[in-house]
Antibody
Framework: QVQLVQSGAEVKKPGASVKVSCRAS????????MHWVRQAPGQGLEWMGW????????NYAQRFQGRVTMTRDTSISTAYMELSRLRSDDTAVYYC???????????????WGQGTLVTVSS | QSVLTQPPSASGTPGQRVTISCSGSSSNIGSNYVYWYQQLPGTAPKLLIYRNDQRPSGVPDRFSGSKSGTSASLAISGLRSEDEADYYC???????????FGGGTRLTVL
């Protein structure tokens, strides 16, 4: 079945950047949106944005504009999320989640990757 | 402060029916589909209900969703211990041009 495998946990200092990867398999990578959602410890889900893997086009949540960059490498079916100028409140589990096919702009998130814990601490 | 409002907790005994509410506004629930996600302890979220009331294959028919105006509900009938999880509603928000989630409801099976 469709699988999303994310990179391992990261520990970063405040002000640094982190880049999380999400490798997709068992479907046509360029045919579906890829979303990024984060979850701070003990908190709820927060949508960060999506990338269209076919065109590379992106749509970022307003609160992350200027700090987040989503990219992809279609040759290895992998999406990336880079967050810069990290703060302690960026400590969270970051998930990638496949969206629906590209003609469905506001569709579901399914499936989700296993999550990547990013810890920001001095 | 989440854009969509859910009760922080809900509970029920095995076999009971419980409902979880999700309240929004005209820019999100009022004009777009609602989705529900289940997050079991220590795992990634999983799609439970899509487009207000549709169940993905593999999701038991004990789970059902509904929407009316700017509110939505998730109902779980025949409650089972394995239903103990966090439940999140989500919708696209036209004003924010982004997805918004509820704060989540922790369901406890007593």
């Amino acid at each position: 079945q469709v699988q999303l495998v994310q990179s391992g946990a990261e520990v970063k200092k405040p002000g640094a950047s982190v880049k999380v990867s999400c490798r997709a398999s068992r479907y046509t990578f360029t045919g579906y949106y890829m979303h990024w959602v984060r979850q701070a410890p003990g908190q709820g889900l927060e949508w960060m944005g999506w990338i269209n893997p076919n065109s590379g086009g992106t749509n970022y949540a307003q609160r992350f504009q200027g700090r987040v960059t989503m990219t992809r490498d279609t040759s290895i079916s992998t999406a990336y999320m880079e967050l810069s100028r990290l703060r302690s409140d960026d400590t969270a589990v970051y998930y990638c989640a496949r969206g629906e096919q590209l003609w469905v702009a506001k569709g579901w998130f399914d499936p989700w990757g296993q999550g990547t814990l990013v810890t920001v601490s001095s | 402060q989440s854009v969509l409002t859910q009760p922080p907790s809900a509970s029920g005994t095995p076999g009971q029916r419980v409902t979880i509410s999700c309240s929004g506004s005209s820019s999100n629930i009022g004009s777009n589909y609602v989705y529900w996600y289940q997050q079991l302890p220590g795992t990634a979220p999983k799609l439970l209900i899509y487009r207000n009331d549709q169940r993905p294959s593999g999701v038991p028919d004990r789970f059902s969703g509904s929407k009316s105006g700017t509110s939505a509900s998730l109902a779980i009938s025949g409650l089972r211990s394995e239903d103990e999880a966090d439940y999140y509603c989500a919708a696209w928000d036209d004003s924010l041009s982004g997805w918004v989630f509820g704060g989540g409801t922790r369901l406890t099976v007593l």
